[in-house]
């Protein structure tokens, strides 16, 4: 399996009402990634990118299957697979996605 780039294995930031909740009261946070990255560079980049040298205690990673409908007797997609990750952080720590 060839090695991602770090920058590469964060896409974007989840940013939903159950995710904003998980943020607030357990200090987690989700992010899209690739879906070759495994636990260990999902860590690493969070840590490299966000400046959180050793803060990481945990990456949850699960794969959000496609969303398929009908239309008569066709069967279409209507999003593709994608890979999801869970980061918990220390107690303290904190991610600035956005500045408001």
Request: aromatic letters at 8%; a positive charge; zero cysteines.
């Given at each position: ?22 943020n607030e009261q357990d200090n987690k946070y989700?992010?899209e990634v690739a879906q070759a990255a495994n ?26 299957p496609a969303k398929r409908g009908t239309r ?29």
């Amino acid at each position: 399996m060839a090695e991602l780039h770090i920058y590469s294995v964060l896409l974007r930031p989840v940013v939903t009402e159950k995710a904003t909740m998980l943020n607030e009261q357990d200090n987690k946070y989700v992010f899209e990634v690739a879906q070759a990255a495994n636990k260990k560079q999902i860590k690493e980049a969070v840590e490299v990118i966000f400046d959180l040298a050793g803060k990481v205690t945990k990456v949850n990673t699960l794969i959000i299957p496609a969303k398929r409908g009908t239309r008569g007797r066709r069967q279409y997609v209507r999003s593709q697979q994608w890979k999801k990750a869970i980061v918990t952080l220390e107690a303290g720590s904190t991610i600035e996605l956005f500045n408001v």
